[in-house]
């Protein structure tokens, strides 16, 4: 699903970088956080979830605003989004787009 979405935000104008798990997420932002303006992980990751990682992204770096995304309605019930946007799957490229940009938007108001 990852490549999916991946293809979508091209697809839509925007840069991506695809990470496969939580960790490579990690990786990544601790190279150059500043390059990434959100980050959109799925709640259900390998390793570490979604809303784990958001909370180490937010922990170690004040930016990128995170949007997850999840299918699972299981799993919300259970852990929510806590406080993080959700974009429910199956969702459409505008959706996608909005939510996103809604995000980044609000990140940098509140710059």
Do not use: C
């Amino acid at each position: 699903m990852g490549a999916f979405s991946s293809q979508r935000l091209a697809e839509l104008g925007f840069e991506t970088s695809w990470a496969g798990n939580a960790h490579a997420a990690l990786k990544l932002l601790g190279e150059d956080a500043h390059r990434y303006a959100a980050l959109f992980p799925d709640v259900v990751m390998p390793g570490m979830s979604g809303v784990e990682l958001a909370r180490e992204v937010g922990r170690r770096w004040p930016q990128p605003p995170v949007v997850l995304t999840s299918g699972y309605s299981h799993v919300l019930v259970q852990e929510g989004s806590h406080g993080f946007e959700l974009l429910h799957k199956p969702y459409s490229p505008e959706d996608l787009t909005r939510a996103l940009r809604t995000a980044i938007r609000e990140a940098v108001r509140a710059r």
